[in-house]
């Protein structure tokens, strides 16, 4: 099993930032990719990014030259980096990655999700 931890999230005022976390532990795991998602209420969960490797990053559009994704390989630790928030950005962030634990086949874990709150 992998459990992911995320950190980072609180309220911040429109065209600030946040840098969210999430650390990925567990035994005899290798993870191939890592990411968020983010649920806003009343709405379906849906992709912000994600990144394979430590270099090939993608971008849902909404978050396009605003959010950075990077990935720290040797910590099992993925980070996203949010400037110029907006209140539409308000969401439930949740990690996630694809991942072999131990002789498992490939599967996707989730983070308990972490609040972000864009509002003045």
């Known amino acids: ?5 995320e950190s980072g999230g609180g309220l911040v005022q429109p065209g600030g930032s ?7 532990s567990g035994s005899s795991f290798s993870i191939t990719q890592m990411g968020w998602h983010r649920q806003a209420p009343g709405k ?4 912000v990014a994600f ?16 959010f950075t994704i990077s990935r720290d390989v040797a910590k099992n630790t993925v980070y996203l980096e949010m400037n110029s928030l ?3 950005d308000t969401a439930v962030y949740y990690c996630n990655s ?7 086949p490939l599967q996707l874990y989730w ?9 003045s």
């Open 44 to 47: 379906q969960r849906e992709l």
């Open 1 to 5: 099993q992998v459990q992911l931890v």
């Open 98 to 104: 694809y991942a072999f634990s131990g002789r498992s």
């Open 51 to 66: 990144i394979r490797g430590n270099s090939d990053a993608n971008y849902a559009d909404p978050v396009k030259g605003r």
């Open 18 to 24: 946040l840098r969210l976390s999430c650390a990925a």
């Open 86 to 88: 907006k209140p539409e």
């Open 111 to 119: 983070g308990q999700g972490t609040q972000v709150t864009v509002s």
